[in-house]
Structures are given as C-alpha cells and as structure tokens.
C-alpha cells in the first residue's frame, strides 16, 4: 500500500520480454496499467488478483510499451487511454502534454504530464499530485536505475534538460522506471566514480534484491542524485572521466551517454 492514499491503493510490476515492467496502479478492484507492451501478461495479472481494466497510461510510441493496447481496448473497450499528444497511435486515445492533468477518481489519485524529450520527441512522464505524502513519478524510458535511456529521437541538450526537470523533483520522489537495468548501470557508474560509496551501497542493495527475485524499482530521485551518472554531470569526478577538459553539463552528458552506449 501507498502510505498517505485512501482506498488501499497499490503498484505492482508486471515483468514482460526480456526486461521490461508494465507497472499496474490497483486497489483490489480496479487497476491503471502503464506501458503495458504485452496484453496476455496484464491479463493474467488481472486475473488472478480478480481486477478490472479502468484505465491506460502510455508514455511514449515504441512496441515494447504499446503492442499490447489494441488487445486491452478488445477485452475492455470502454477503458481510457492517456498517450503522448506529439506522437501518433493507431488506437483511440486522449492526448496529453505538457501541465495536462490526468485524473483517476477512483483512486483519489491524480497525474501532471511531463513533457521529457529525449528518448523520443513526444515522451511524457506522469507525475502524481503533491498533495500526497510521497510522489509517484511513471517515466518510460527517460530515467532509470543508475541510468537513462538512448537518444532515439532527441537531443543530447534535451535530454539533459529533461533529466534535470526529474532531477529537480522532491528528493523522496518514488521513481517507476520501464526496465530493469539497474545493475548494469551500476556497473558503468562505478566504472566513472570507482569511489562512490553510495554507488557501491547501491550495488550491494540491488544485487540482494535481484538474487531473491525482486525488481529493483522503484528508485527515489534522492537515491538517483546519489548514483546516477546521467544526473551527476556538474560532479567533477564524472567530469574529468569523461576525457572532456570541459565543465559543459551538456557536453559531458553527451560523452557519457555515448560510453554507456558501447559499454
């Protein structure tokens, strides 16, 4: 359960393909899926907790967060879907964008879109409202454990921008990412920041929960400004492992983006 939200309002991950989390907001009744890329995984998950589909939430256009859409709206052709209002999908949704505010009555929840490009152009993240005790923030591809993810579509300066937007977030943020890359990424941080201990903390963290089954997501945006590479460009020991003489956050983002793509 979500401490400080009525109607036992819980998230559960879905693990899909190879790596991917279809996150699945319920309260033991009715259920929000995010991303849901494999519709045969959702089904069976509401299933067996005997749940009804109220509701989609899409974050950006790639297959592995959208393939299965087409076969929810089959079984559930009345339920909403919120995707990205600069990106185009072949099935019947609401857009939304920038400062939209999408609203989930029956779990006294309600999401501002965030606008990230980067990952690709029209990309939005959910972010809960604040009048909660903790934050909830659903964002795709554009932050993960310890990372984030390629530029498909954007720039290294957007991207950037919209890293520090999710940077710039309350530090006890819970931070639902859409793949379990966590220690992967861990590796390629301690491999710019050898001497991290909160990384190293991370990693011991991560490990135990991977050996045992458990995603390692939810992440906090404290615990990602602590390890995260990709939020850490102004760190001068991330600076100068680079291999840039240079202090542009841009520039630096760039370059590691472009190590952890060949590590």
Known sequence: ??????????????????????W?????QQAVAIDPGDATVVMQTLKQLQLSLNGILITHHHQDHTAGVADLLIAYPSIAVHAPK??????THTSVSEADTVKLDFFDLSFSVMLLPGHTLGHVAYLSNPRHCEQL???GDTL????????????????????????????????????EY????????????????ALHERKLATQRLRDTGLPSLP?????????????????????AASGLKSSDQVAVFSRVRELRNSY
């Open 137 to 139: 923030l659903f964002c």
């Open 86 to 91: 600069l990106e185009a999908y072949p099935f």
């Open 219 to 239: 992440s906090s945006i404290a615990l990602e400004l602590a390890t995260n590479p990709f939020l850490r460009c102004d760190s001068l020991g991330i600076q």
């Open 1 to 22: 359960m979500i401490e400080g939200m009525h109607n036992n309002v819980q998230i559960i991950p879905i693990p899909a393909f190879k790596d991917n989390y279809i």
């Open 144 to 179: 993960f454990g310890a990372g984030c993810g390629r530029l498909f579509e954007g720039s290294p300066a957007q991207m950037h921008h919209s890293l520090q937007r999710l940077a710039n977030l309350a530090p006890s943020t819970k931070v639902y990412c859409s793949h």
């Open 24 to 28: 699945l907001i319920h309260n033991g």
């Open 182 to 197: 966590t220690l992967r990424n861990i590796e390629f941080a301690m491999s710019l920041e050898p001497t991290n201990i």
